[in-house]
């Protein structure tokens, strides 16, 4: 992917970071997206689907942390890298931000040349996750992103759309639980209205076809995948 390429959304209230921040990433060749808000970051993220979003904390309207979560819900986005330009560097802060869904954070003042660097290195994160991650192995599991298939233990097994999204999400974090609402965002949409009920019986198909043991329940919460 050339740098022209590659978008990054630039979110913060205040015009000098956004000139400043937006003219040192134009000028390596990345195309800049910016807002100025919560609100406009999510209909950004929505409409672009940047590869890096960069995030203040402290904004109106909606500050940076449930601007992370909303976007972390957006169809697509979860490949996404998000990291938070602030000047607030309380361990509660940042916390908060990677319990949001935020991978990396960033502090002010930061130099022009060095966010750059911190940028260049967040981006060949992403482009590393994603040339790495069209087939993924876990345990007896072989998935296929691109082929929309798996494989258990030799055996290759064809599954429906939603079957083989809801898979591949849990079995993206191993041992973590996933929320029902986060679950519904994820794989059926926020625009999409369907009942509680679609969950449990396209987890009850998976588990017909993968096993039991792979998916657990956590009453209450949501599912995880186990190896």
Request: with cysteine; hydrophobic share 40%; glycine share 8%.
């Amino acid at each position: 992917m050339k740098k022209k390429d590659i978008q990054i959304l630039l979110v913060d209230d205040e015009p000098d970071i956004l000139e400043i921040v937006g003219y040192n990433l134009s000028s390596e060749g990345y195309t800049v997206i910016t807002a100025n808000n919560g609100t406009e970051a999510v209909k950004l993220a929505k409409k672009k689907k940047p590869q890096l979003i960069i995030l203040d904390v402290m904004m109106p309207e909606m500050d940076g942390i449930e601007a992370c979560e909303k976007i972390r819900k957006l169809p697509d986005m979860e490949d996404t890298i998000i990291t938070f330009l602030t000047a607030r560097g309380e361990d509660y802060s940042q916390m908060a931000g990677f319990d949001a869904g935020a991978d990396d954070y960033i502090t002010k003042p930061i130099k022009p040349k060095v966010l750059v660097s911190k940028v260049k290195a967040l981006l060949r994160r992403y482009r590393e996750d994603s040339a790495s991650s069209h087939i993924v192995k876990l345990g007896d599991i072989t998935i296929n992103h691109e082929e929309y298939k798996i494989v258990q233990e030799g055996e290759e097994k064809a599954l429906p759309r939603k079957e083989f999204e809801l898979l591949s999400l849990l079995a993206s974090k191993p041992g973590k639980v996933f929320k029902r609402e986060d679950i519904l965002g994820k794989v059926w949409g926020n625009d999409i209205v369907v009942g509680g009920r679609t969950i449990d019986v396209h987890i009850r198909k998976l588990r017909e076809k993968i096993g039991n043991e792979k998916i657990k329940t956590i009453k209450g919460v949501g599912y995880k995948f186990v190896i």
